[in-house]
């Protein structure tokens, strides 16, 4: 490596680190908070739908489903930056320190629910109901995992 | 038309009105005003790096404007139906009470956010970013216009 390759590397190094840092440093704990407490509403809006046609309670509307499945599978990979280490508290927040102190775990079980989502909405757009049902349950499931672990319901 | 097809479209048009009933019954105000902040929460949280980009406050960065763009122009279509008839009132909401007598102007606002913002995350994933900060300008006018108008800023 020569010393002008050596001094580029240095350079890009330094360019993300400071990047990174200053992005880290602009969030406050309770912007984190109120931004993923705003990303769990709007996938609760559209969930309700859902449900209300999984129980019958709305007369079952393939297209619906999956313009609201499609969203959920949006929103879902956009949870885990407002987790960011600090916001523990800050604000009101349900969030369990555990989050924090076992946050590979976390991070797995957030991965669980982008990739059930994502495969909600895609059955859920070919369309077939028996099929869709069958995957409502497992995204359902890695909602309640986390939350059975790591959310504090009053 | 025979007497089948025509029992045959009032029941079609039957179940289109109780969906469509069902669907706006289950919808509380504070519920609706609780959605649409948080759409605008998260528009605004995507909002912020592209605004530090814009000042130069954080170094230009064409892969990170194009997804936060991306997510912009993917919430902006979500925040019309925040504001259902009634949603006036019913918790804190900074939506004035001229929304709900001017919607057709309201929608069209709406409608020139959509457009912007889906322009914004295109010509940003194209990545020139001469391009991408003349449509940053024309996409923040179409969020201003509407806030003038229709946002009551304490």
């Not at 330094?14 to 992005?23: E, T």
């Amino acid at each position: 490596m020569d010393a002008l390759m050596r001094k580029t590397l240095l350079l890009s190094s330094l360019a993300l680190f400071f990047a990174s840092a200053i992005a880290t440093a602009a969030v406050k704990p309770e912007t984190a908070i109120r931004y993923r407490q705003s990303v769990y509403t709007m996938i609760g809006w559209n969930f309700v739908p859902l449900v209300k046609m999984m129980k019958g309670e709305a007369p079952w509307d393939s297209a619906t489903f999956a313009r609201h499945a499609e969203r959920i599978a949006s929103l879902s990979p956009q949870l885990l930056e407002g987790f960011p280490e600090g916001s523990d508290k800050g604000a009101e927040t349900e969030a369990k320190p555990e989050i924090w102190q076992s946050m590979d775990d976390f991070k797995s079980k957030m991965d669980a629910l982008v990739t059930q989502s994502r495969l909600l909405a895609d059955v859920a757009k070919a369309g077939d109901e028996a099929k869709t049902r069958e995957q409502f349950k497992k995204t359902a499931g890695a909602c309640k995992s986390c939350h059975d672990k790591y959310r504090s319901e009053e």
